[in-house]
């Protein structure tokens, strides 16, 4: 247990899968309560954010005066990469120079680091932030160097120490730090269930609500990776994501396929994990599940993300063939 250490969660989504982790490691836990969406055109996020200024605004000051009334003496980010933690970071940077800001990784990103692109966000951010008082965008994985970054690998802390200028001393390889309550489980489930034959368990993202594809095509991408894992695995469990519940209600699956509610019964009950790119694939690893990432050419992210799983598969080659 780590004493005067706060755990910010910036999400509502993440906030019960934090929360977990703050009681096994001894945190304080804070819930700022935002959502961190992106749909429909890039003009209009902006302006979605840029509109939000006033409820981030709020938030921040709640937060400042939690860090001012309690004696913390580290500040543990849910994540560092988003617009919601860049106006978070540079507000406490601002206010408590001295505070020691450690970010956790959640999610996989593709290790790149293309110049153009890094340049124009950081534009966009400086000049709406000298406009409007809010930064639209966020910074990327590893853009803000803080105190301290726990990742999950070698490649991760390869990439942040070569291309983003961090100290290899501040950069920590610990998955099991940053996800406790799944190495937990694990070793609480690992003698009590035996898998009856070849399982899978399918890993649900909220493809749309990132602005990845729509709403009816992540169902269609849904549907047919349901009906190709049926005809190869006596049993198909699904475990959707906390964001999209009741979304599987609409869907007539087959008999050998079921909805699971526990992430970690499904890890233990399966032999092989399925996502198109769900950071959820990484815990699947902790229960040492064989992990495969599926690509599409209709969801919009970079190929090099499925670099983090042990096999990558072609939707319209391979299941939609």
Avoid at 73 to 83: T, W
Avoid at 196 to 221: I, M, N, T
Avoid at 278 to 303: C, M, N, P, R
């Amino acid at each position: 247990m780590e004493e005067a250490s706060c755990l910010i969660v910036f999400e509502s989504s993440m906030e019960q899968r934090y929360a977990q982790m703050a009681a096994i490691h001894g945190f304080s836990l804070y819930r700022v309560g935002l959502n961190n969406t992106w749909q429909n055109s890039f003009a209009n996020n902006l302006g979605q954010r840029i509109s939000s200024k006033q409820l981030v605004k709020e938030k921040i000051s709640l937060l400042i005066k939690l860090v001012n009334e309690n004696s913390f003496k580290k500040i543990y980010l849910s994540n560092a990469e988003g617009y919601i933690s860049k106006n978070f970071i540079y507000a406490l940077r601002k206010e408590f120079p001295s505070l020691k800001l450690i970010a956790l990784q959640h999610g996989v990103f593709p290790l790149k680091n293309i110049l153009y692109k890094e340049t124009i966000r950081k534009v966009i951010n400086a000049l709406t932030y000298k406009l409007t008082g809010i930064f639209p965008l966020g910074a990327g994985f590893g853009g803000i160097i803080l105190d301290g970054y726990y990742v999950y690998s070698n490649r991760e802390k390869e990439f942040l120490v070569s291309k983003k200028g961090w100290q290899a001393s501040n950069v920590i390889v610990d998955i099991k730090f940053i996800k406790p309550e799944v190495y937990r489980e694990y070793l609480s489930l690992k003698a009590s269930n035996t898998k009856d034959g070849p399982a899978a368990v399918f890993l649900l993202q909220g493809l749309h609500l990132a602005g990845l594809c729509s709403l009816e095509h992540e169902s269609y991408l849904i549907e047919e990776t349901i009906k190709y894992l049926s005809n190869r695995y006596k049993t198909v469990l699904i475990k959707e994501h906390p964001a999209c519940k009741g979304r599987l209600d609409a869907m007539r699956l087959p008999k050998n396929v079921s909805e699971e509610s526990s992430l970690f019964e499904a890890f233990s009950k399966a032999n092989d994990a399925y996502s198109f790119f769900s950071t959820a694939l990484i815990d699947a690893k902790i229960f040492d599940l064989k992990t495969t990432g599926i690509s599409s050419a209709s969801i919009t992210v970079d190929k090099e993300i499925y670099n983090n799983f042990d096999i990558k598969i072609d939707f319209e080659e391979t299941i939609a063939s």
